[in-house]
């Protein structure tokens, strides 16, 4: 007996539609491995339908009141309050995350998320008007970009695609969504959600591969291209963008570092730690996956460390007692292992290091001591439950490590001496460092690095004026 696939399909001018040359894509459950559903591999005139309908809702979209946007965002936020279990089960199924988490920890802060934009759509800042010129009176005014072309993230389907449209949205912007191919499901349910809400063709989602990605960038209807990906992406993105001028909203990769000072409170640095590195199987660009211990501490703390990786549980979505579920897939699963067959002679596996079972892409929690800065795991992002621990000398030597990366997204200081804290605030080369704690972000905060982890702010004030364009207006007095 065989079970009917589920069949997911685009979203485009307030319609369902299946890819117009009738090309599929397989959607595996990472908690299983198995195919569960079909969804459109979009292609050249799937991208164009999509670009047409948002151009043509943009000029009333832009239009309307900052008051009317708002209360259409709020009716988003109500309506995912609403079908949130419909939207966890979706999700856990795009990704095999532990449900209970998705529910605590994913669902309410995407709604406080669009609610925060909600009131931003009215609260825009810029110059006061003023005769800055004799005779003359200047004002500035915010405007959307236009159409806003937004590919999304695995690792958080739903939450990064809640940071690009509700923004986008809120400014007055028309967007044309893609998902992951691996992750689509969660997506097309928000497109069904929020297109029972707002006008047809202000919200469209489509669904492919990276060739559906670089034709919606190309396209030459989009006045920004967004994505949340790679480094090898952002950078493709940005070239292929730059051929026509495109505005770039980049948020690639990272490698925080974890700077642990010998006057910390090992035992609870090590607990929060262990959190902000195995969540979510450590497929998260901020993820407390490299940590710098003071050498008078590391034994101990390296030893408490793994302790605590080996009493971390990852297992299928309905055990309520796991921190993370699988890796997305099978090449992330292939990417990750790899990292660990590759190690130096040097390196030494304190916990884990190996798949757990052989259904699904599970990995074990792991801990990898005894390493170098130039080592190829410290260097580049594994995206995985890998934590590495390095050792350092002094306050200098652990900038220099800190820093000693492409990636400049996020970063963690941990001590009780204030003082140190501030220096290394200012000194540490990252778009976010933490104090004492790891992982936790606010809608009222911008999230966005330097460097190879891109630019541009998602979140925040700044995340929305990011989807915005100034204008000068100068009109003579006389």
């Given at each position: 007996m065989?079970?009917?696939?589920?069949?997911?399909?685009?979203?485009?001018?307030?319609?369902?539609?299946?890819?117009?040359?009738?090309?599929?894509?397989?959607?595996?459950?990472?908690?299983?491995?198995?195919?569960?559903?079909?969804?459109?591999?979009?292609?050249?005139?799937?991208?164009?339908?999509a670009?047409?309908?948002?151009?043509?809702?943009?000029?009333?979209?832009?239009?309307?009141?900052?008051?009317?946007?708002?209360?259409?965002?709020?009716?988003?936020?109500?309506?995912?309050?609403?079908?949130a279990?419909?939207?966890?089960?979706?999700?856990?199924e795009?990704?095999?995350?532990?449900?209970?988490l998705?529910?605590?920890?994913?669902?309410?802060?995407?709604?406080?998320?669009?609610?925060?934009?909600?009131?931003?759509?009215?609260?825009?800042?810029?110059?006061?008007?003023?005769?800055?010129?004799?005779?003359?009176?200047?004002?500035?005014?915010?405007?959307?970009?236009?159409?806003?072309?937004?590919?999304?993230?695995?690792?958080?389907?739903?939450?990064?695609?809640?940071?690009?449209?509700?923004?986008?949205?809120?400014?007055?912007?028309?967007?044309?969504?893609?998902?992951?191919?691996?992750?689509?499901?969660?997506?097309?349910?928000?497109?069904e959600?929020?297109?029972?809400?707002?006008?047809?063709?202000?919200f469209?989602?489509?669904?492919?591969?990276?060739?559906?990605?670089?034709?919606?960038?190309?396209?030459?209807?989009?006045?920004?291209?967004?994505?949340?990906?790679?480094?090898?992406?952002?950078?493709q993105?940005?070239?292929?963008?730059?051929?026509?001028?495109?505005?770039?909203h980049?948020?690639?990769?990272?490698?925080?570092?974890?700077?642990?000072?010998?006057?910390?409170?090992?035992?609870?640095?090590?607990?929060?730690?262990?959190?902000?590195?195995?969540?979510?199987?450590?497929?998260?660009?901020?993820?407390?996956?490299?940590?710098?211990?003071?050498?008078?501490?590391?034994?101990?703390?390296v030893?408490?460390?793994?302790?605590?990786?080996?009493?971390?549980?990852?297992?299928q979505?309905?055990?309520?007692?796991?921190?993370?579920?699988?890796?997305?897939?099978?090449n992330q699963?292939?990417q990750?292992?790899?990292?660990?067959?590759?190690?130096?002679?040097?390196?030494?596996?304190?916990?884990?290091g190996?798949?757990?079972?052989?259904k699904?892409?599970?990995?074990?929690?792991t801990?990898?001591?005894?390493?170098?800065?130039?080592?190829?795991?410290i260097?580049?992002e594994v995206?995985?439950?890998?934590?590495?621990?390095?050792?350092?000398?002094?306050?200098?030597?652990?900038?220099?490590?800190?820093?000693?990366?492409?990636?400049?997204?996020?970063?963690?200081?941990?001590?009780?001496?204030?003082?140190?804290?501030?220096?290394?605030s200012?000194?540490?080369?990252?778009?976010?460092?933490?104090?004492?704690?790891?992982?936790?972000?606010?809608?009222?905060?911008?999230?966005?690095?330097?460097?190879?982890?891109?630019?541009?702010?998602?979140?925040?004030?700044?995340?929305?004026?990011?989807?915005?364009?100034?204008?000068?207006?100068?009109?003579?007095?006389?």
């Open positions: 065989t079970t009917e696939l589920r069949r997911l399909r685009n979203y485009i001018n307030g319609e369902f539609r299946d890819a117009a040359d009738g090309r599929t894509i397989d959607v595996v459950n990472p908690a299983t491995g198995e195919v569960y559903a079909t969804s459109p591999l979009s292609g050249q005139a799937d991208v164009d339908a670009m047409e309908a948002a151009a043509a809702a943009f000029p009333a979209w832009r239009d309307t009141t900052p008051a009317e946007r708002q209360k259409v965002l709020l009716k988003i936020a109500d309506a995912f309050e609403e079908r279990e419909d939207l966890i089960a979706a999700e856990s795009n990704t095999g995350k532990p449900l209970a998705t529910r605590t920890e994913e669902v309410p802060p995407m709604v406080d998320q669009i609610r925060f934009f909600a009131g931003a759509a009215r609260l825009l800042e810029g110059k006061s008007a003023g005769e800055y010129m004799e005779g003359m009176t200047s004002i500035i005014r915010r405007e959307p970009v236009g159409v806003c072309a937004q590919v999304a993230p695995w690792n958080y389907p739903m939450m990064m695609a809640v940071w690009k449209f509700a923004p986008a949205l809120a400014a007055g912007n028309t967007v044309v969504l893609k998902p992951s191919d691996t992750t689509p499901a969660s997506t097309v349910l928000m497109a959600i929020i297109g029972s809400i707002v006008p047809k063709g202000v469209n989602v489509i669904c492919g591969d990276r060739d559906t990605g670089r034709a919606m960038v190309e396209h030459p209807t989009p006045a920004m291209a967004s994505i949340t990906g790679s480094v090898r992406a952002g950078m993105v940005a070239e292929s963008a730059a051929k026509d001028v495109k505005r770039v980049l948020e690639l990769g990272g490698k925080a570092p974890v700077v642990v000072f010998e006057d910390t409170d090992i035992a609870k640095a090590v607990e929060d730690i262990a959190v902000a590195g195995f969540f979510n199987a450590g497929q998260d660009c901020t993820a407390a996956t490299r940590v710098l211990v003071q050498e008078s501490i590391h034994d101990e703390f030893a408490a460390l793994a302790k605590a990786a080996a009493e971390t549980k990852t297992g979505p309905d055990d309520e007692d796991v921190l993370y579920g699988p890796l997305n897939n099978a699963l292939k990750v292992s790899g990292f660990i067959e590759r190690l130096p002679a040097h390196a030494k596996v304190e916990a884990g190996h798949r757990v079972g052989d699904g892409y599970f990995y074990a929690p801990v990898v001591s005894g390493l170098k800065q130039d080592d190829e795991i260097q580049n995206f995985g439950p890998v934590i590495t621990v390095q050792s350092f000398t002094d306050e200098e030597q652990a900038v220099a490590y800190a820093n000693g990366v492409e990636y400049a997204l996020a970063s963690s200081v941990w001590t009780k001496d204030h003082a140190r804290a501030m220096r290394l200012k000194n540490l080369d990252f778009g976010c460092v933490w104090i004492n704690t790891h992982i936790p972000l606010v809608a009222e905060m911008p999230h966005g690095g330097f460097k190879k982890s891109g630019y541009g702010k998602d979140l925040s004030s700044y995340g929305f004026e990011d989807y915005t364009r100034i204008k000068h207006v100068m009109t003579s007095l006389g």
